[in-house]
């Protein structure tokens, strides 16, 4: 064991890894430790998986796979027609397969679009989840290319109707022939 004049100096995980293996480098025990985390995320992908012939909900999917953060958000995107597969609205209901391309929209209407890998019925973590499909969505656009917003000073109350049609051409909504 390692005295506690000496742990004062070393960083907090050196110390214990010293007091734990008697050694400083630790690597063996950082090794297994990284090998039963790993173990036991494909455990867990293991578990989660769907038996052969078994089907599995698309919201429930989405949900596993971590693309909604709720199933219950999962099946009312389905309800509101934000969730597409093979390019056909979907009830929640709908059995997804492996092969088929799901399209998700988002809020600000960025939308994921993901071809299915791996069918899984159970939430996993992030690391697993995101083998169980391929990602083609397009990227983001960059910051530079969205409109700025127009800010108002503090205080100033609110827009008058001249202010509100300036911020609109600001923005690229409104008329641009002011007749």
Same mark, same amino acid.
């Given at each position: 064991?390692?005295?506690?004049?000496? @742990?004062?100096?070393?960083?907090?995980?050196m110390a214990k890894q010293t007091a734990d293996t008697?050694?400083?480098?630790?690597? =063996?025990?950082?090794? !297994?430790?990284?090998?039963?985390?790993?173990?036991?995320?494909?455990?867990? !992908?293991?578990? !989660?998986?769907? !038996?052969?012939?078994?089907?599995?909900?698309? @919201?429930? /999917?989405? /949900?596993?796979?971590?693309?909604? #953060?709720?199933?219950?958000?999962?099946?009312?995107?389905?309800?509101? +027609?934000?969730? &597409?597969?093979?390019?056909? %609205?979907? #009830?929640?209901?709908?059995?997804? %397969?492996?092969?088929?391309?799901?399209?998700?929209?988002?809020? +600000?209407?960025?939308?994921?679009?993901?071809?299915?890998?791996?069918?899984?019925?159970?939430?996993?973590?992030?690391?697993?989840?995101?083998?169980?499909?391929? @990602?083609?969505?397009?990227?983001p656009p960059p910051r530079e290319a969205t409109a700025?917003?127009?800010?108002?000073? &503090?205080?100033?109350? &609110?827009?008058?109707?001249?202010? %509100?049609?300036?911020?609109? %051409?600001?923005?690229?909504?409104?008329?641009? =022939?002011?007749?």
């Open positions: 064991m390692a005295s506690e004049g000496t @742990d004062e100096g070393m960083g907090e995980g008697g050694t400083g480098t630790g690597t =063996d025990a950082d090794t !297994a430790t990284l090998d039963s985390e790993a173990v036991a995320a494909a455990e867990a !992908a293991q578990a !989660a998986q769907a !038996a052969s012939g078994e089907s599995v909900r698309i @919201d429930s /999917w989405i /949900w596993s796979v971590r693309l909604v #953060k709720t199933r219950s958000m999962g099946a009312t995107a389905c309800r509101g +027609g934000h969730v &597409r597969v093979n390019g056909v %609205r979907v #009830k929640p209901a709908y059995t997804v %397969r492996v092969g088929d391309e799901v399209r998700l929209r988002q809020a +600000g209407g960025h939308e994921r679009i993901v071809v299915v890998k791996r069918l899984i019925r159970k939430r996993v973590g992030a690391p697993v989840a995101s083998q169980c499909y391929v @990602d083609n969505s397009p990227p700025p917003i127009g800010i108002r000073d &503090r205080g100033t109350g &609110r827009p008058t109707k001249r202010d %509100r049609r300036d911020l609109e %051409r600001l923005r690229g909504f409104g008329d641009t =022939d002011p007749t």
